[in-house]
């Protein structure tokens, strides 16, 4: 066996897996017909997943863990599919031992996959595609990004649909026309009924299936990343949709076959570009209402308003409970991407040559951008005990975008982090629940956007030997400034004291999340050092008192 | 007497009241010290609350309803203040007879003025504002519009703050040093430190009280027009400030003598600016909100999608709750001007010459300029039927700016009638809550916003004759198109079948507001009818099934 890289993925964990070699396709595929035929002998439905990503894993292992509502049976043996590279074949024998090839703060995402590959033998996983002719269901799970040329104009940008083009296309060349497909990609609307149709039917037609109409569904994910992982996929609102009343009613039953639709009842709209437009919609509004507030923090900052307490202030009221405080940038897969899809497919898809899009993508470019400002306090912190970025060593407290979770994609604290290198600083990072923070360690391809805001920073080379610490002590000694950047449980414990003896110094403090109360800002400043906070204006009101006293 | 016009104060029901003569002014005082002095020897404090508009006069019913949580008894004593003029000197009369000076549709407002002011005796008005020199306690409710010099672009305008400051002027000339002063209108950011401050400290030192510290706060209401008009008041979450400790301690003592604290708490913010802002977003929040749907509501009817299904199903989610779709505009007294109020006071009162606000004020441009599309739609509608605007008669159904409520101001309806008027249609209008719709029967000075919209428009001179008509027959008979624009629980109720019997014939119907369910666009198309609706893109497919059958 040939044992050059090219041919061997390897895990996480440092476990090397041989690709395999295209002589083994035969056998596997025959494999799978003689479980698939075991499986529909005892009146199982075959469901193959495309794609074991962050959603389809997860998704596989809820549709294998789903029992018939009378019997307690389960009625659906799945397959997870994943087209064999060296980034993500090791995903494949890892998934069919019953571990499961994504990391996760939920702990029922291990045992779901164990359970359902070991116990109730009702998943495992292929490489092969073959496998789709031999699916009643296939849920598509291929990622679709959005491409953005520039930083703070998601105009200026593209869908990357190609992958889930393939895919379609493979589709149509393997499936049998009675298979229901399933896209729960959030794609730019549209896609399903102008990209997904066009594509399956004519690889029907080229397959002599001449009057076969693909039975197409959509029906979007809420995945929230966090300790509620799984119950995000199955204990909550769905809405679904069909091409047409068939696929619409084969979509329906199936997704109340797998949910908790009794608890969390189905929306199934008419229309797919109706479902695809609902999940841009309601993930453009809560982009809309974070970077609402960006404005207003630097209207804070500069006239003396905590907007920490006013939010608190407004919270209080059922009507505005949503309003969250947008801390250094709005990260996480979705938020920063779906209404860029939206843009694109008024334009591309559905044709039209005007904007009539103005809230939706300026949302997207303030907070793309909102990480600058917080580089900005920095400097002006560090500027105020005599010092600058430049020849600074900052410690950045929170890798990943949102609290308690070790999530870094698109997280404020990375555009943070690539801005004060840019300006020279010299960087360290602690997350207590970032493991590797793959947009420093692989620029070129990290598995979890696909493409690097690198490319808009000078300097950036450095970066690529960040590695996060673990141990809050290393990364605060003889730091000049410490940034706050998420509000993990560990940070809000923290105390100024605890804070100024591992620097080993009086700092230059940022908060950028509303971690910081009164009493903590009063402390640092007693200790000699400088404090700035996103949205915090009345710092300098605190540092009045204290110099007065 | 005199008997010219100008000294007469006509109330809405007919009433005629001659204003008083400088030489009542004396005596009226006298009457006022009397009563005070009463009154004190009550143990009760004295209340002045100046302006008794919407807001204004509910908030003295409020106080002067309030009683000690031991004893049970009254421990305020308020008089409602009004300058006498043509427009509202009315009111001081009635008021003084126990008749709410206010219409309302929460049936607890006439009783609750009624009981003050007749059983308790704890509530009376006057026109003098000597009465100022002998309060404990101003709270004061003057009017502070924004002036918008496009319609379109709320940058372009300014907070009309004269009044405000003429009656801090003459609180400076009045009040006891020791007076608290309670500002709860809603007002630009700053103006209690930046405007009232100034004002009556120098008005204090012009009396000679060099030392004297203004106790000026800051607490604004959130009434909501409608049938909890007074718990918006009374049952609902406040939030103050106060400029000192003092005058601090004093509001939040005060406010919790008369709201429903127990149940509600108090948010004390630090500084009025901190409370003053706390308004202007909260409400900029809410026109975001609204106005983000807007684009989604144009690509929801050019590509197929039934916004209203969409945004039901994305409601589901807690966290989405608070989506509402915007119907033909946003109005009401708040939301129009509020975010104005903000952009003004950073670039006037706070001084800064950047732009830093760039979601708030496009949201209300937005907002103020939706209807125009809501026009858009009645054309097409009537062109698809061969017909033009300028040769039809249209019935507006709903003249107020919320469901369910009397309240015109800044509704879409008006923006819609002036369009189409200017497009030269012939306008009927429908709305079961509206008794006068000033803003077109009194355009120079209406009671409600002070300034008209019709500035913007042509061929306004015939709305002056418009009337509401209570007959919804009558407003439909003989008319070429019919809007949907407020979602008025009668018209939730109407059919396809009674719109065309009362119009006489197929008509244009276009529904701004949700109202209309799938069965009732499929039944009006079965009937004839050419059907269009903000946000509603899947009107054509229905449209499409009942031309094939």
Redesign the interface.
């Known amino acids: 066996m040939n044992q050059s890289d090219k041919t061997w993925s390897v895990s996480p964990g440092g476990e090397s897996f041989p690709l395999p070699l295209p002589e083994e396709y035969p056998g596997e595929f025959e494999r799978l017909q003689q479980i698939v035929q075991e499986q529909r002998s005892l009146g199982r439905e075959i469901v193959v997943v495309m794609g074991l990503g962050f959603v389809g894993a997860v998704m596989a292992g809820v549709v294998a863990d789903s029992v018939d509502r009378d019997t307690g049976k389960p009625m659906k043996f799945v397959i997870g599919m994943q087209r064999p590279s060296v980034r993500s074949y090791w995903k494949i024998p890892l998934f069919n031992r019953g571990i499961a090839p994504v990391e996760a703060e939920d702990p029922e995402v291990v045992p779901l996959i164990d359970r359902c590959v070991n116990k109730k033998k009702t998943l495992m996983a292929t490489y092969t595609d073959d496998v789709l002719s031999l699916a009643d269901v296939v849920v598509v799970d291929v990622q679709c990004d959005y491409f953005k040329e520039c930083l703070g104009n998601v105009r200026e940008g593209h869908a990357e649909i190609a992958a889930l083009e393939d895919s379609l296309r493979i589709l149509g060349e393997k499936i049998r026309p009675e298979c229901l497909v399933l896209i729960e990609t959030t794609v730019p ?2 896609t399903t009924e102008y990209i997904a149709y066009p594509i399956i039917k004519k690889a029907f037609e080229k397959r002599g299936l001449k009057d076969a109409e693909p039975l197409l569904g959509h029906s979007f994910e ?1 995945v929230m990343p966090g300790r509620e992982y799984v119950a995000s996929i199955r204990d909550f ?1 769905r ?1 679904c949709s069909g091409i047409n009343d068939t696929a619409r009613e084969r979509v329906r039953k199936f997704l109340s076959d797998i949910l908790n639709v009794e608890k ?2 189905l ?1 199934v ?3 797919p ?3 695809e ?2 999940k841009i ?2 993930n ?3 982009a ?2 974070l ?3 960006d ?2 923090s ?3 900052e ?6 920490i ?6 919270k ?2 059922p ?5 969250i405080f947008p801390g250094p940038g709005i990260g996480g897969y979705c938020l920063p991407k779906d209404g860029g899809l ?1 843009v694109w497919s ?1 334009r591309t898809l ?1 044709g ?1 040559d005007d904007e ?5 993508p ?2 997207i470019d ?1 907070n793309d951008t909102r990480a600058l400002h917080a580089a900005e306090l920095v400097r002006d912190a560090l500027r105020n005990m005599g010092k600058i970025v430049a020849a600074s060593k900052i410690a950045i407290l929170g890798a990943s975008y949102r609290e308690d979770v070790g999530d870094t994609r698109y997280s404020g604290s990375e555009i943070l982090v690539r801005k004060l290198t840019e300006m020279g600083a010299e960087i360290s990072v602690h997350d207590p629940y970032v493991q590797h923070w793959w947009e420093f360690e692989k620029q070129e391809s990290y598995p979890a956007t696909g493409h690097s805001w690198s490319r808009f920073f000078r300097n950036q080379e450095r970066l690529s030997e960040l590695r996060i610490s673990k141990d809050l002590g290393e990364a605060l000694d003889g730091s000049d400034a410490a940034v706050l950047a998420v509000r993990h449980q560990l940070y809000l414990s923290l105390t100024p004291d605890d804070i100024v003896r591992m620097a080993g110094r009086p700092i230059a403090v940022v908060d950028c999340f509303g971690i910081l109360y009164d009493e903590g800002i009063r402390r640092f400043i007693e200790l000699g050092c400088e404090v700035k906070g996103l949205g915090r204006g ?1 710092i300098r ?1 605190i540092k009045d008192q204290v110099q007065k006293r």
């Not at 500069?302 to 907007?307: C, E, I, M, P, S």
């Not at 009507?319 to 309003?323: A, G, I, K, L, R």
Request: hydrophobic residues 45%; proline residues 3%.
């Open positions: 609307p549209g809420r609102w809405v969390y009842p929306t709209l008419d229309r570009i109706e479902s437009t609902c919609v309601e453009s509004y809560r809309t209402l970077a609402f507030l404005e207003w630097l209207f804070a500069r006239n003396g308003v905590d907007l307490k006013v939010i608190q202030a407004i209080v009221r009507t505005h409970s949503n309003m939206g008024y559905m039209y009539i899009f103005r809230l939706t300026m949302a303030i009345h009101r």
